[in-house]
């Protein structure tokens, strides 16, 4: 069975500091595909970033950065010189191909709180 | 991009009533639509999978006689609560598979207050 572990379960930080949102996942599957979500107070949930299991190259996207490490199925974010607006709780989230409809499960999410 | 609209966004009931939760696919086919319940700061919990034009399969522990699934056509999936109670208050998000980009297009969620 497919599983994402988010051990930070809050974290605070002063604007501009760079932060680093941890996740573990297990799967028994070959083909799976990892996905970051922000979730703010609204509710709505925002995509971030996919990213399959052939694909280990780690990826920038203006102040978010995401490393994939399949040796130790591990998938962090990184937000460099964070800003109020990214507080939010932050979702890690695996699908797994084949028979499950592809079905995300999510982690237990990161509250982030980025104070001024 | 492809967009799921969910309504309503808030709805209160009373207690021993049901309550219906739509999401339409705007501009795409929903072949899968997954529904989630989410306690105030907890995670996602999936609920049920549902696939056009068949019963739904429901997660582990999830009462398929107490939150009834139907997604008769492509563009529409509905949760109905029945019989709601307190403890079925929550924050309720669907979310359409969009198959080719293997993306996820979320509702914006539905607050449930059962009173």
């Known amino acids: 069975a497919q599983k994402v572990t988010q051990a930070q379960t809050e974290i605070s930080v002063v604007e501009k500091e760079d932060v680093t949102l941890d996740c573990v996942y297990e799967t028994r599957d070959t083909t799976y595909y990892l996905f970051w979500y922000k979730q703010p107070p609204s509710g709505e949930l925002v995509f971030l970033i996919r990213r399959n299991s052939f694909d280990e190259q780690n990826e920038i996207s203006g102040r978010y950065s995401w490393n994939f490490q399949k040796s130790t199925s591990s998938f962090n974010f990184t937000i460099t010189a964070s800003q109020v607006v990214d507080s939010a709780v932050y979702f890690c989230?695996?699908?797994?191909?084949?028979?499950?409809?592809?079905?995300?499960?999510f982690g237990k999410g990161t509250l982030l709180t980025v104070n001024p | 991009g492809a967009v799921v609209s969910q309504h309503p966004s808030r709805v209160i009931c009373k207690s021993g009533t049901s309550v219906k939760i739509e999401c339409r696919s705007l501009d795409f086919q929903a072949t899968t639509m997954f529904w989630y319940r989410q306690f105030p700061k907890k995670s996602l919990m999936l609920m049920a999978t549902s696939n056009e034009g068949s019963k739904a399969t429901y997660e582990q522990g999830v009462e398929k006689d107490k939150f009834l699934i139907n997604h008769a056509s492509l563009t529409l999936s509905t949760l109905t609560v029945t019989s709601a109670h307190p403890e079925d208050s929550s924050f309720y998000i669907c979310s359409a598979r969009v198959d080719l980009a293997l993306a996820y297009t979320f509702g914006s969620g539905t607050r449930l207050t059962v009173v």
């Open positions: 989230a695996l699908s797994e191909s084949g028979g499950s409809n592809y079905k995300l499960t």
